[in-house]
C-alpha cells in the first residue's frame, strides 16, 4: 500500500473511531431519548397516554414519577416527549416549562443559561422567560404570586379551552419545591391543573418515597395522585441484555461494515467470563445505569485507531478506574509521619467503638507505638505531630464533630476519621516505601495496647 493510501486509510479509521465515541459518549453522557427504555414498558404507556390527552384533548392532570437515583425517571420522560412530539395529532405549540429544584433552573435547551432559585418569585421570572412573556408582563405589577402566575396562563390562553395551548411543567429535583415557604408554587400549579382554562400538565420527579406525606393538606388535595414508580427490578441477564444495548452502534452508522464488526464484538464481550465478573460486580453493588454508562464510558476511552475495538482486559480497567477510593488515593500521597498518625485513630475507633477522639489521644497513640513497635521511625516532637496532623484536617480526611471556638485547646478537640479500616487497609498495600514495622501496626490486633 502507498504512503498516500496508507495516510488516506489512517485517516478514515480516525473519523470512523471519531464517529463512534461520540454516538457513544453522548449515550452516556445525556439523558438523551435515544435507544431503548429497559423495563419499564407499562409506565412508558402510562405517562405517554397522560400526556397525550393533555396535548389532544386539553385535559388537564398532574403526576410524580418516583424512582431511586439512575432509576431512569429523567431517560423515561425524554423518551415520551420525544415521541410525543413525533405524532401527527399533537400541536406543534405544545409549551415546556422545566425547573429544577435543586436551586437552579434549566432549559432543555443547550444554548440557554440557567438561573439560580431563590424563592418562588425567581421561580416565576423563570417560568415567564421559558414561556418568552416578558413583553406581556412589561411593567405590570400584581399583588401576590398566585395573580401574577394567572395573568401568565391567561396570556396563554387563544379563546376557547380546545384552542388553548397545552403547557406542560417539569418539576425535576420535585421534593425541594416542598421547602418553598407555603409551597406556593406547587398549590398554584396544581390548582391551575384542576381547571377548566388553558390545558396544564405538572410532572414531578423524585426520589421521595414519601413525597405525599410533605405536602401541605391544601397541596395535596390538589394532587391528582397520580404516581408512576420505577425500581430498577430487572435480574441480571436483563442487565447482560442493557449492556449490549448500550454499547452497540446504530443501525445509520456511516460505516456499516465496521459497525457490523464493533456489534459482534460487543456480544462476543457479553458472553466473555472475565466481562461478566465485572458487570456482576457492578449489578450486585447498585442497579443504577449511570453507573453503568460511566464504566462503559471509562472503556470506550481506550478505543483508539491502533486499538479500534474493545476489550475484556479495557472493561477490567475501567472497572478498577470506576470503584477505585478517592480518599485511598489520598492516602498514597501523605507522609509516613501522616500515616502513622491515620493507623493510630485506626485503633483508637477499634477500642473505642467509633466514638470520637482527640489530638492528644492519637498523639499519645503514636507514643506507645514508637516505644513498643518501632524501629525504623523516628520521634517526632509533639509540635511537628500537631502540623501533620493538621493536614489531615485540611485534607478532609479528620472531621471536627463541631465548630472550633477561639477558646477551645486544638489538643482537645473532638473529632472523627472519615476513613474505614479496609480504605486503610487497601492504601497502605499500595503505599510506596511504606516501612514494615508500620503496616505490622496497621494489620495487628488490639491485644497489644
Known amino acids: 500500500m502507498s504512503k498516500r493510501k496508507l495516510k488516506e486509510s489512517n485517516a478514515e479509521s480516525a473519523e470512523c473511531i471519531s464517529q463512534v465515541q461520540k454516538i457513544l459518549r453522548e449515550r452516556f453522557c445525556h439523558h438523551c431519548a435515544a435507544g431503548k427504555l429497559f423495563g419499564m414498558e407499562q409506565q412508558y404507556r402510562h405517562l405517554l397516554e397522560l400526556l397525550r390527552r393533555t396535548t389532544v384533548h386539553g385535559e388537564s392532570n398532574s403526576a410524580l414519577i418516583i424512582g431511586p437515583r439512575g432509576s431512569g425517571k429523567s431517560a ?4 415520551v416527549l420525544k415521541d410525543l412530539r413525533e405524532m401527527k395529532q399533537v400541536r406543534e405549540n405544545l409549551l415546556e416549562v422545566h425547573l429544577n429544584g435543586n436551586c437552579q433552573l434549566f432549559l432543555k435547551n443547550p444554548f440557554l443559561s440557567g438561573l439560580l432559585q431563590t424563592n418562588d418569585r425567581v421561580a416565576l421570572k423563570e417560568i ?3 414561556l418568552q412573556l416578558e413583553n406581556v408582563v412589561g411593567d405590570k405589577v ?11 396562563l391567561e396570556a396563554l390562553r387563544k379563546g376557547t379551552r380546545s384552542s388553548s395551548c397545552p403547557i406542560l411543567f417539569v418539576l425535576d429535583e420535585f421534593d425541594l419545591f416542598v421547602h418553598h415557604k407555603n409551597q406556593t408554587l406547587l398549590y398554584n400549579l396544581f390548582d391551575i391543573s384542576q381547571s377548566a382554562q388553558t390545558p396544564v400538565t405538572v410532572i414531578g420527579l423524585t426520589c421521595r418515597q414519601d413525597i405525599l406525606e410533605l405536602l401541605e393538606k391544601r397541596v395535596k388535595s390538589r394532587f391528582s395522585h397520580r404516581q408512576i414508580y420505577l425500581m430498577n427490578s430487572f435480574d441480571f441477564k436483563q442487565y447482560i441484555k442493557i449492556f449490549k444495548k448500550q454499547l452497540s452502534l446504530p443501525a445509520e452508522f456511516p460505516d456499516e461494515t465496521f459497525a457490523q464488526k464493533w456489534n459482534n464484538n460487543v456480544q462476543h464481550l457479553s458472553e466473555d467470563k472475565a466481562v461478566q465478573d465485572v458487570l456482576q460486580k457492578l449489578f450486585h453493588h447498585t442497579k443504577d445505569l449511570r453507573s453503568l454508562h460511566l464504566l462503559l464510558m471509562l472503556a470506550v476511552s481506550a478505543v483508539t485507531v491502533q486499538h479500534p475495538l474493545l476489550s475484556a482486559a479495557d472493561l477490567q480497567e475501567a472497572s478498577r478506574q470506576h470503584s477505585a477510593d478517592a480518599k485511598a488515593n489520598i492516602v498514597h500521597g501523605l507522609s509516613v509521619l501522616e500515616i502513622c498518625l491515620i493507623i493510630a485513630m485506626k485503633h483508637l475507633n477499634e477500642v473505642y467503638d467509633g466514638e470520637p477522639f ?23 516532637e509533639k509540635p511537628v505531630v500537631m502540623k501533620a496532623f493538621e493536614h489531615l484536617l485540611q485534607l478532609e480526611l479528620v472531621q471536627p464533630l463541631e465548630r472550633p471556638s477561639a477558646r477551645a485547646q486544638r489538643e482537645f478537640l473532638l473529632l472523627k476519621l472519615l476513613l474505614d479500616s479496609r480504605q486503610i487497609m487497601d492504601a497502605l498495600q499500595l503505599y510506596p516505601n511504606c516501612p514494615t514495622d508500620v503496616k505490622q501496626w496497621a494489620a495487628s490486633s488490639l491485644s497489644w495496647l
Do not use: D, P
Open 358 to 380: 482527640n489530638f492528644q489521644m492519637v498523639y499519645n497513640e503514636f507514643q506507645k507505638f514508637i516505644q513498643r513497635k518501632a524501629h525504623s521511625m523516628y520521634n517526632f
Open 76 to 79: 423515561l420522560l425524554n423518551h
Open 142 to 152: 400584581f399583588g401576590s404570586f398566585a395573580e401574577n402566575l394567572a395573568f401568565l
Open 128 to 130: 415567564t422567560r421559558q
